[in-house]
């Protein structure tokens, strides 16, 4: 268990992708539909509890971890994706929206690399050149792969994107393949849940041990952290123990 959301982010713990705690409105229940209304209700609960335990999985361990995950179970992936779904939908700004409006702001030519891309909403919001990396296929724009190792070249592209994505314990491999297909002075866009950052400092800091100059945070949001950093140079080897995030979990209401 973590520390507890910021105020405002509807109270509730780990205030992230998530499940859908509510339970979904239910027409009007003819007194013959009630076992059916009852069955509906049960079969919510145990797909809220299925998403809960996928969810831990996924925060808990690796990215190879949550690749073997999904490999073996890809029913598994569109249970978590329908629980994501429903719960961003609640957020009053969807961070990926911050992230095409940065986008826009910029040269469409910069190539971008989306790092956990879910279904491309960003591809599909900007005219930049997007390689999307997810571990299922939720669009036929997505390349499947665990995004500690994307099929790009070193330094081919000029901004990496990690929104909402930074989920497996390996972060600083996965930010290591960021910064290894990342042009020298591009830039890594970072937008994460606010109650997953434990010590802000420490992270920043870890972050230009990883290489990353951080150029902006935005910490206005009390549902996420938008945080954009420039590429510096390849990182420095050893372990960085600020570079740590605390799982986004869920307790069932
Ligand atoms: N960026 C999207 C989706 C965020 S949900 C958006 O903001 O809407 C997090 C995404 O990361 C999910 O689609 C999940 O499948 C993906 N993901 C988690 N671990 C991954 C891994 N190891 N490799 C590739 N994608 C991963």
Same mark, same amino acid.
């Given at each position: 268990?973590?520390?507890?959301?910021?105020?405002?982010?509807?109270?509730?713990?780990?205030?992230?992708?998530?499940?859908?705690?509510?339970?979904?409105?239910?027409?009007?229940?003819?007194?013959?539909?009630?076992?059916?209304?009852?069955?509906?209700?049960?079969?919510?609960?145990?797909?809220?509890?299925?998403?809960?335990?996928?969810?831990?999985?996924?925060?808990?361990?690796?990215? =190879?971890?949550?690749? /073997?995950?999904? #490999?073996?179970? $890809? +029913?598994?992936?569109?249970?978590?994706?329908? %629980?994501?779904?429903?719960?961003?939908?609640?957020?009053?700004?969807?961070?990926? =929206?911050?992230?095409? /409006?940065?986008? #826009?702001?910029? $040269? +469409?030519?910069?190539?971008?690399?989306?790092? %956990?891309?879910?279904?491309?909403?960003?591809?599909?919001?900007?005219?930049?050149?997007?390689?999307?990396?997810?571990?299922?296929?939720?669009? $036929?724009?997505?390349?499947?792969?665990?995004?500690?190792?994307?099929?790009?070249?070193?330094?081919?592209?000029?901004?990496?994107?990690?929104?909402?994505?930074?989920?497996?314990?390996?972060?600083?491999?996965?930010?290591?393949?960021?910064?290894?297909?990342?042009?020298?002075?591009?830039?890594?866009?970072?937008?994460?849940?606010?109650?997953?950052?434990?010590?802000?400092?420490?992270?920043?800091?870890?972050?230009?041990?990883?290489?990353?100059?951080?150029?902006?945070?935005?910490?206005?949001?009390?549902?996420?952290?938008?945080?954009?950093?420039?590429?510096?140079?390849?990182?420095?080897?050893?372990?960085?123990?600020?570079?740590?995030?605390?799982?986004?979990?869920?307790?069932?209401?």
């Amino acid at each position: 268990r973590q520390q507890e959301p910021p105020a405002g982010s509807g109270g509730e713990r780990g205030s992230g992708p998530g499940p859908p705690e509510a339970p979904p409105e239910a027409p009007p229940e003819p007194r013959s539909g009630r076992s059916a209304a009852l069955r509906a209700r049960m079969e919510e609960r145990l797909l809220g509890a299925r998403f809960r335990y996928l969810n831990q999985q996924l925060y808990t361990g690796s990215s =190879q971890d949550a690749a /073997r995950l999904f #490999r073996t179970d $890809p +029913a598994a992936f569109h249970l978590y994706h329908r %629980g994501f779904e429903r719960q961003v939908r609640r957020w009053p700004e969807r961070p990926v =929206q911050r992230i095409v /409006r940065y986008l #826009r702001r910029r $040269p +469409a030519s910069l190539v971008v690399a989306d790092f %956990g891309c879910g279904d491309c909403t960003l591809a599909a919001s900007v005219k930049n050149q997007v390689h999307c990396f997810d571990l299922v296929p939720l669009s $036929p724009r997505v390349t499947v792969c665990d995004m500690a190792k994307v099929p790009l070249a070193a330094e081919s592209v000029d901004v990496a994107v990690f929104c909402l994505a930074l989920m497996g314990t390996n972060l600083q491999e996965i930010l290591g393949e960021a910064n290894r297909v990342l042009k020298l002075g591009g830039t890594l866009m970072v937008a994460e849940v606010a109650s997953r950052f434990e010590d802000t400092r420490a992270f920043l800091k870890a972050m230009t041990q990883l290489g990353f100059k951080t150029v902006s945070k935005d910490f206005s949001s009390s549902y996420f952290y938008l945080l954009e950093f420039t590429k510096t140079g390849p990182g420095r080897p050893g372990p960085a123990p600020g570079l740590r995030l605390l799982p986004c979990l869920y307790k069932r209401r």
